[in-house]
């Protein structure tokens, strides 16, 4: 007989509004999926088996209604603080913008993914809860920072999970674990409870194994349907350095996954985007600033150490990182007035092992963080939606296409990802990692 | 490094009540010099052609 976990998260929601599965059964049998399988990943460190089942008694019905999904430590609950990787409760207990519209469709929270300390990391080799390991292969990084939920989702845990985005944290992740992942467009829900209410770059983000299931997480979050048609889209290629200094096989992999959509491909410029990375990053460290030395005595060396540095820095780079951004947004603007996405490979190169994340580059030998965030921070930088999409294996590991749409489209990317997926024969979005066969 | 930046970030920390030991700073001299060396670009950018204008990022970028 199938595990209810090996259903999707659309399978799942369907199966309990016709009574062929029981909520309570969901509910026990991903339970014991966790404790059987999540020791080699640590995707989902703590478990709510009595919140669950509370949330679960008092679940309304709606589109996910009793259906199980785990949640970032960004985000406040009502029964726990949220921590952020962190070991100390950063925000207190309340039932944030992202658990309400969870709640109120349905869903049932089991757990909190595991997540790069603090955020700042794309590799997940940091936490307070111990490193997390990429279902594919558990000693390689899962990505970051909301490695836990792509990992779960990956490793069929559960089949959908909310992470966030400040620059790449939930297309990185996705790329690395072969998922699907989709950051929304900046202010798209509530903000309340949610750590990226201090920044202006972050934004949620839905995790399922496919589109399909990323719409489910995505629908309950923005609170509306999201539908649209992607047969015929018109994509723009950022040539270099996107699709130039990425690893050959992964480039190789997106190319083909755009052919097989039989879209409409170009060549396209966006101005400045060589300052992309400086400006995002001088801001981020900004926002981010220095907590207090009872919060900085709590976290890693290194964690500390790029928090204490914010300390040291001038304030004339943020100006121009400013001046930078705002011309970055106009030409973005101007480049989804003539296509329907920019598209490029998610991450350069497949997930480098947790105890050497670097990666190789035609340019060169490089940190992972530094290789993911030049090709994650546009989204951020510009607030529009952006998503990952599973489109092969290099190495045994998953690669990843991502796509940039235009402000609240996030209905046209979700199209877009299940044109892939059909235009693939879904042989990517259905592949089943060793951890979970 | 810059000259006196070790001095700097001491007193900075100081005046912050954060209390760094050695491995602290080098750790985060070697990142600030990461920080100098990335941000350098922002330095060489001409005004006139980046002028200020405000943003909303809770609004949707424009031509």
């Known amino acids: 007989m199938t595990h209810p976990q090996d259903l999707s998260l659309t399978a799942q929601a369907e199966a309990i509004r016709t009574g062929d599965l029981d909520a309570s059964e969901l509910l026990d049998a991903t339970l014991d999926r966790l404790r059987e399988r999540d020791g080699a990943l640590n995707s989902t460190p703590v478990v709510f088996e009595d919140d669950a089942r509370r949330m679960l008694d008092a679940a309304p019905p709606g589109p996910l209604h009793g259906v199980p999904l785990t949640i970032k430590d960004m985000y406040a609950l009502p029964w726990r603080a949220a921590r952020n990787g962190t070991p100390l409760d950063l925000f207190p207990p309340t039932e944030s913008g992202a658990y309400r519209r969870l709640r109120d469709v349905g869903a049932v929270i089991v757990g909190v993914a595991n997540q790069h300390e603090a955020g700042m990391g794309t590799t997940g080799a940091l936490s307070a809860y111990g490193a997390h390991g990429n279902p594919w292969q558990p000693d390689h990084c899962p990505g970051g920072s909301s490695g836990g939920s792509a990992a779960a989702v990956g490793a069929r845990l559960v089949a959908g999970s909310v992470g966030s985005d400040s620059g790449g944290s939930t297309r990185i992740p996705a790329a690395y674990c072969g998922v699907v992942g989709l950051k929304v467009t900046y202010r798209a829900l509530p903000y309340d409870g949610y750590f990226g209410m201090n920044t202006t770059f972050s934004a949620p983000g839905a995790f399922g194994r496919d589109a399909a299931d990323a719409r489910l997480v995505a629908e309950a979050l923005l609170a509306r349907q999201l539908r649209a048609n992607a047969s015929e889209l018109r994509v723009g290629i950022v040539r270099d350095p996107f699709w130039t200094d990425s690893q050959r096989d992964v480039v190789a992999r997106c190319e083909h996954a755009l052919a097989a959509a039989g879209w409409m491909v170009r060549d396209v410029i966006i101005d400045h985007l060589e300052l992309a990375g400086a400006a995002l990053m001088t801001r981020l460290a900004a926002e981010a600033g220095c907590p207090p030395a009872v919060v900085l005595d709590a976290l890693s060396p290194t964690t500390r150490a790029l928090m204490l540095s914010s300390l040291l820095r001038p304030a004339a780079p943020v100006a121009r990182a400013d001046r930078v951004r705002a011309a970055i947004r106009r030409s973005v603007a101007g480049v989804l007035d003539d296509v329907d996405v920019i598209a490029w490979p998610s991450v350069p190169a497949v997930a480098p092992r947790l105890d050497h994340p670097v990666v190789e580059l035609p340019s060169g030998l490089t940190s992972a963080d530094m290789a993911n965030m030049r090709h994650a921070v546009l989204g951020n930088l510009t607030g529009q939606p952006g998503i990952s999409i599973p489109v092969g294996f290099v190495d045994g590991l998953p690669a990843g296409l991502q796509l940039l749409g235009r402000w609240g489209e996030e209905a046209l990317l979700l199209a877009a990802a299940e044109q892939v997926e059909v235009a693939t024969g879904r042989e990517f979005v259905d592949a089943v990692p060793p951890v979970a066969s | ?63």
């Open chain 2, 1 to 63: 490094m810059e000259p006196g930046l070790e001095a700097h970030a001491r007193a900075v920390f100081a005046k912050a009540g954060i209390a760094v030991t050695d491995e602290d700073l080098a750790l985060v001299l070697l990142i600030h010099a990461g920080y100098e060396a990335s941000s350098a670009v922002l330095d060489q950018i001409d005004p006139a052609q980046f002028p200020y204008e405000p943003i909303d990022p809770s609004r949707a970028p424009e031509r």
